[in-house]
């Protein structure tokens, strides 16, 4: 395992996750269940999500390197301009009442399951699933970078669960954005580059 690609992983899954529906929709449950139930939750789904791409990424490493590399330049680039486009309208962000009528009236276990299945479905074929796919096909090294993204999206729920809506506060939303769209273009600008060179 690289720690390299684990720590390429997780800052680039970090930045593109965090101005993201996980973020919201992590802190909503949040503030309606006991936090710690709804991480556990939040992170099952998360885990179960990142196997999924790393298992197609690492079977995409078997295609030819040259479009592999060319298959995860457009899929950053790709990211980018949704990111940009989220931030250019964050105003019409999600709302996070959506994920907590999902939720219903659960306690317990329940939390858990709860929020396992608002994560899940709200975040089948999301960017950072994308992402995790394309760091693996372009790096080969599937272990490094499940390690990096779930970090990743556990340190990002994490931090929705404990101080989300104080960093929302400091920190506006679509600078979030514009960051994981900034990140998403130098990886993109990174790949395009060893693949004509």
Do not use: N
Not at 19 to 30: G, H, I, Q, R, Y
Not at 120 to 141: H, I, K, M, N, P
Not at 171 to 182: D, K, N, Q, R
Request: with cysteine; hydrophobic share 60%; aromatic share 10%.
């Amino acid at each position: 395992m690289e720690p390299t690609v684990v720590g390429l992983a997780f800052a680039a899954i970090f930045v593109v996750e965090l101005p993201d529906k996980t973020f919201l929709a992590t802190l909503v449950l949040s503030t309606r269940y006991r936090p710690f139930l709804v991480w556990i939750g939040v992170g099952l789904a998360f885990a179960v999500q990142t196997g999924v791409a790393v298992g197609l990424g690492h079977a995409a490493s078997y295609l030819p390197r040259d479009v592999v590399q060319g298959v995860a330049a457009l899929m950053f680039l790709v990211g980018a301009v949704i990111l940009l486009r989220e931030g250019r309208s964050h105003a019409a962000a999600v709302d996070g009442d959506e994920y907590a009528a999902r939720a219903g009236d659960v306690h317990g276990v329940k939390v858990i399951a709860a929020s396992f299945l608002v994560l899940f479905a709200a975040e089948w074929g999301d960017l950072s699933q994308l992402l995790t796919l394309s760091l693996v096909a372009r790096y080969e090294e599937p272990v490094g970078v499940f390690v990096g993204a779930l970090g990743a999206l556990l340190a990002v729920s994490g931090l929705a669960v404990v101080a989300g809506r104080t960093l929302l506060r400091w920190i506006p939303l679509h600078v979030l954005h514009f960051v994981g769209a900034g990140v998403c273009l130098l990886l993109c600008a990174i790949t395009t580059w060893e693949l004509v060179r």
